[in-house]
């Protein structure tokens, strides 16, 4: 599978990071066969978080083997200060492992919640703090709305982060205003030399009141014709890598569509987003 660096960190992480939230809600047996799929594969990144359930405790027998391998990263919801140091630690101590590469503010999508985490005694703080420390390398923003590409832009003007998480399909790439968020966040991203991660890469549409039969918080693309699609239109972009789908039914071809990526020519992009107006691709309620 094909890397690329993940701006100055200069991690050279694969095109997929394991997107752990979907091995929050299984047992350790399906989560350990998740997990061998994506290092079969090569993958060498691997994104977690407290709010996916038991990830953090299903990654925690593999840590021995694969920590000085993998690049990991974490992060935390809280708001306050002291709450993220706590936070934090609680990670370090369920996961079991005594440090992390990247640890991020998560879901941080609009200005407020911007302002929260980076006035006086909030959370930014105790990232800072932890870098010092040397508990982490590497401080990261994400955010899973509409706002966060916005967001995030603002968020770079406050602080140096040294990489971004947010949405991008092309579904939302259909949509202008949202494109022209992206583009102008990658723009900053480049010359600040900054790593993106992408999630949603496969949302298709909302649940809405529909039964759900995966695991994801929206309704994903299982075609392996168009996740291949999906893939490539995506790593097509300056982007360094896409967490993985949240359910482990669906990672295998996420996986594959990955390993056999060709780039789109401007052509082919276009043509399938302008297949996007069949789709509804979510936001609300979404993490991953």
């Known amino acids: 599978m094909e890397r690329r660096r993940l701006g100055r960190t200069g991690?050279?992480?694969?095109?997929?990071?394991?997107?752990?939230?979907?091995?929050?809600?299984?047992?350790?047996?399906?989560?350990?066969?998740?997990?061998?799929?994506?290092?079969?594969?090569?993958?060498?990144?691997?994104?977690?978080?407290?709010?996916?359930?038991?990830?953090?405790?299903r990654l925690r027998p593999w840590m021995p083997r694969i920590r000085d391998k993998i690049f990991l990263g974490c992060k935390t919801a809280q708001r306050t200060r002291d709450g993220a140091k706590a936070e934090l630690h609680r990670s370090l101590e369920r996961l079991g492992t005594d440090r992390f590469d990247l640890y991020q503010l998560h879901a941080v999508c609009k200005l407020r919640e911007l302002d929260e985490c980076t006035a006086k005694g909030r959370a930014l703080e105790a990232l800072i703090e932890a870098r010092e420390e040397r508990i982490v390398r590497w401080l990261g923003i994400t955010g899973h709305t509409h706002d966060a590409p916005r967001t995030h832009l603002e968020a770079l003007r406050r602080f140096d982060f040294d990489t971004v998480m947010f949405p991008l399909n092309f579904v939302l790439w259909s949509m202008p205003e949202y494109r022209r968020d992206v583009q102008a966040l990658l723009e900053t991203c480049r010359q600040k030399d900054v790593g993106v991660h992408i999630i949603k890469t496969l949302a298709k549409d909302p649940w809405g009141d529909r039964p759900k039969t995966h695991t994801t918080w929206y309704e994903p693309f299982t075609d392996q014709k168009i996740i291949d699609q999906a893939v490539a239109f995506n790593l097509s972009q300056p982007i360094t890598t896409l967490c993985s789908v949240g359910d482990v039914t669906v990672l295998p071809k996420f996986l594959a569509a990955a390993e056999r990526f060709r780039p789109l020519d401007a052509a082919a992009q276009e043509a399938l987003v302008g297949t996007a107006h069949q789709y509804h691709s979510p936001f609300v309620g979404s993490w991953a």
């Open 11 to 57: 991690q050279m992480s694969t095109v997929v990071a394991f997107g752990s939230a979907g091995i929050g809600r299984v047992d350790q047996d399906v989560a350990d066969r998740a997990i061998q799929t994506a290092l079969d594969y090569g993958v060498n990144h691997i994104d977690v978080a407290p709010r996916y359930g038991d990830a953090e405790l």
